[in-house]
């Protein structure tokens, strides 16, 4: 690669051994643990406390010698006549945790990556300085890609991907300045506008062409596998001279030496936890927040798309919404509370039209459109959703902190803007999002008449046989009642070649479990669509539509894409499979908005 494009004008760069200089750090105690017991250990937890055990363990000194000992490299810039020369530290390899023989390259999102920066006074480099670290590497490995999904925010992934790496570099030198594997968290001028976004950049090809280039489209909660943690000095050395890389960076006359977008307004990133158990910031505030239970006072400001008008706010404890209204004059009001995933924000699951590279979340869900397209089929209602996004982003952990006592109130609240306690309301949950809902049932003695539909989208996991006689005494109350249930034999799926969930665990042993114990009181009709098996009791009031999976994928969202949210909404009215069918094509294509 031309040094010019690296590094601006008349610039080169090498790297040269340099031992003695290293990250102030404990040193690694002989019974800490290795990277492999490392991997086991945070799989289990959630993102806010898997992020805490790393920052943990990197404060203790369980990183391996790699990632804790600094290799210089060296920027030499000529403009306008003036030659400076930069040395600057930079870790040799991406942050590891565990043994030097058996370490766990671990991705951070850049609110946990930002706070090992500061613990070792360093900072995460600029798009310039990862070309120009790539540059100087004396070992530099190849991309390795792995397949996109949900899966690849998981430790698992984080584990395959580290054995992809220490396959290319066999026997060979770990202790050199390496490059090529990861992508770097970087800081960039988009960070100013964009203040709750990682900013990503590098995984440099042989040829020295990036495959990714500056990207600022995921949240900071985001943190995949491809995701690498180079940090750098704060002591540097210009010219000879002292100086600090931050106000280097900040700097409006020097700044291109290590950046190509010249002075930097941010220069580090937040470390505080968006709407998390772990350093809750302030509320915004145009986002009032209130106590489960109380009438909610909201101010809906339109959005610009198809006439919605939107107001969002957040419950104490630790819950974010967004209610979402159209432009309409039908009076006849049906309250949807849509509670999320696990891991995705309420952006994300509403969705928007996406650009190249950007977070394929935005991409997967498209509750907002198919909202647009329900509204159009049943323009006598007036359909209101509320998404409820749990702190962490997991409903299942919130309820394990907070329990279930305040998810009617949440309810409540909800239903008071629309009218209040009477008013005709919808449960619909995918993935985690389940557990909001069984929370409910396990929190009310006889679920409310005006609760007119519940939906699990592949989200039954919390199904005991103790639901049962709450929701058959709510089934047979009234003719409008509505319970359907979409899962997947997620039992025969493969990730990475492997089986995810047991028979039992998953959504299918779930919901074979719910048609044994309902079908030793209800009637059950069966029919069969290829590999979608369709299971209809109540005179169709309550529908299982459970399909097998031969291919052995994973249909854990497509479910909800292909057209599962307008089905569990238009099921059992006229417009029921009508302009879209469930698990065809994506039917609300004109519904998607831009961001």
């Not at 809750?280 to 209130?290: C, E, L, N």
């Not at 209610?323 to 039908?330: E, G, L």
Request: aromatic share 8%; net charge neutral; with cysteine.
């Amino acid at each position: 690669m031309p040094a010019g494009r690296l590094l601006g004008i008349a610039a080169c760069c090498l790297a040269v051994t340099c031992a003695a200089e290293r990250l102030a750090l404990p040193e690694r105690k002989a019974n800490a643990a290795t990277g492999t017991a490392l991997a086991q250990r945070l799989a289990p937890l959630d993102l806010p406390d898997r992020e805490a055990e790393i920052f943990a363990q990197v404060q203790s000194g369980n990183v391996p010698e790699p990632s804790r000992t600094f290799a210089p490299i060296w920027i030499t810039n000529e403009t306008a006549g003036t030659r400076n020369i930069l040395k600057l530290l930079v870790v040799r390899d991406y942050l590891a945790i565990g043994a030097d023989t058996n370490s766990l390259r671990i991705p951070l999102t850049p609110i946990t990556a930002q706070r090992v920066a500061d613990f070792l006074d360093c900072s995460l480099p600029t798009p310039k300085l990862v070309d120009a670290i790539w540059a100087a590497a004396e070992t530099k490995l190849i991309p390795e890609p792995m397949t996109p999904g949900a899966a690849m925010t998981t430790v698992p992934m984080f584990a395959q991907h580290q054995t992809l790496i220490e396959q290319q570099l066999g026997d060979g030198e770990h202790n050199r300045l390496t490059a090529g594997h990861k992508k770097d968290l970087v800081l960039a001028a988009v960070l100013a506008k964009k203040t709750n976004s990682v900013a990503i950049y590098g995984w440099h090809k042989p040829d020295g062409k990036p495959i990714q280039p500056l990207y600022a489209g995921h949240a900071s909660t985001w943190a995949d596998y491809s995701h690498g943690i180079r940090l750098i000095a704060n002591n540097a050395e210009l010219d000879g001279t002292p100086v600090r890389l931050p106000e280097l960076l900040a700097n409006t006359n020097l700044a291109a030496m290590v950046s190509s977008e010249a002075a930097l307004t941010v220069t580090r990133y937040s470390t505080n936890w968006p709407s998390t158990k772990a350093e809750k910031p302030a509320p915004h505030p145009t986002s009032p927040t209130f106590k489960p239970g109380e009438s909610l006072k909201l101010q809906f400001k339109p959005t610009g798309k198809f006439g919605e008008t939107e107001a969002e706010f957040r419950f104490d404890p630790e819950v974010r919404s967004v209610i979402n209204r159209p432009k309409t004059t039908a009076t006849n009001t049906l309250l949807v509370i849509y509670t999320l995933p696990n891991g995705n924000t309420i952006e994300q699951t509403a969705g928007h039209r996406t650009t190249t590279n950007e977070d394929w979340h935005f991409n997967i869900q498209h509750i907002a459109a198919q909202t647009r397209f329900v509204r159009e089929r049943l323009p006598e209602q007036n359909i209101i959703v509320a998404y409820l996004e749990a702190g962490g982003l997991t409903w299942p952990n919130w309820r394990k902190k907070h329990g279930d006592e305040a998810i009617p109130k949440l309810v409540e609240s909800l239903q008071s803007v629309c009218g209040g306690a009477q008013t005709r309301t919808f449960l619909a949950s995918h993935s985690g999002g389940g557990s909001f809902i069984f929370g409910y049932l396990n929190s009310v003695e006889h679920v409310p008449t005006h609760i007119e539909r519940i939906a699990f989208l592949d989200s039954n996991y919390g199904y005991t046989e103790k639901h049962k006689p709450k929701l058959l005494e709510w089934l047979r109350a009234q003719d409008s009642h509505r319970l359907i249930i979409l899962a997947y034999n997620d039992a025969a799926g493969l990730l990475n070649g492997k089986p995810f969930v047991s028979a039992e665990g998953g959504t299918w042993g779930r919901s074979q479990q719910m048609l044994q114990q309902f079908g030793s009181e209800l009637s059950f009709s069966a029919s069969t669509n290829g590999p979608l098996h369709t299971h209809i009791a109540a005179d169709g009031r309550i529908e299982f539509l459970l399909r097998e999976n031969p291919e052995r994928k994973i249909w854990h969202t497509v479910q909800v894409e292909r057209n599962g949210f307008i089905h569990v909404m238009l099921t059992g009215t006229p417009a029921a499979n009508q302009g879209y069918a469930y698990l065809g094509e994506r039917a609300y294509e004109k519904f998607i908005a831009s961001p």
